[in-house]
């Protein structure tokens, strides 16, 4: 089983409050790890990726962080949050016999 | 860069009816190919993917694609629209068949009427 684990589902903050997502998969070991964002009417972006442990990526500049403390967790923070991080964020990951991605279930995170 | 478009934002059919939805995607090599389904409020479901051999791909619930590298397409077809077929599709590139980074297009938001 690939199976990706999000929470909470739904989050409503407000702005200038700390963010933790919190993403755990099951499966292979050393997946690759994603956090996706998809803001209203508009595609998904990717924001970071992970290759291993300790390993983060960023794709674009921005108000949040990621971090991978174990294997098969991978975080997503921010120390102050803005609007503009309102969105529908994806945990996803590669690996595995099951060619191609495998994503979570979604956290909407509204920030007011 | 790779990228992805979706030209139609919202697609409307009858049940029953056929589907076309389209992508054409820019990548200098060959392109994996995946089409992804999205429920309001759920993950991303995939739903068929390319990667190489025959241009035609079969998919869960009936869906196929067909990869025209002439044309840089990879549209998502149905024969007969089901209600439950409602949903936000999503047309992505990748660079690698498991472990590169994904680049979707914007979506096709499918309403189904009865």
């Known amino acids: 089983s690939q199976t990706i684990h999000q929470w909470p589902a739904t989050l409503v903050q407000p702005v200038g409050s700390p963010l933790s997502l919190e993403c755990t998969v099951e499966g292979t070991s050393n997946p690759n790890l994603y956090w996706y964002r998809q803001a209203a009417g508009r595609g998904l972006q990717l924001l970071f990726y992970s290759v291993g442990i300790g390993q983060i990526s960023s794709e674009v500049p921005q108000n949040l962080s990621a971090s991978r403390p174990q294997d098969r967790q991978f975080i997503l923070s921010s120390k102050k949050l803005l609007l503009s991080d309102s969105g529908f964020y994806l945990c996803a990951r590669t690996g595995g016999s099951n060619y191609g991605y495998t994503f979570g279930s979604g956290t909407r995170l509204t920030v007011v | 860069a790779q990228s992805v478009t979706q030209p139609d934002i919202h697609i409307t059919v009858s049940e029953g009816a056929s589907l076309e939805l389209r992508c054409n995607y820019s990548y200098g090599a060959t392109p994996y190919l995946f089409w992804y389904v999205q429920s309001p409020g759920q993950g991303l479901q995939l739903l068929l993917k390319y990667f190489s051999g025959d241009t035609l791909v079969q998919g869960i619930k009936g869906f196929e694609a067909e990869f025209k590298r002439s044309q840089s397409s990879f549209n998502l077809r149905k024969p007969s629209v089901h209600w439950s077929d409602a949903a936000e599709y999503f047309c992505?590139?990748?660079?690698?068949?498991?472990?590169?980074?994904?680049?979707f297009g914007q979506g096709t938001i499918l309403t189904v009427h009865p």
């Open positions: 992505a590139v990748g660079a690698d068949a498991s472990y590169g980074k994904l680049t």
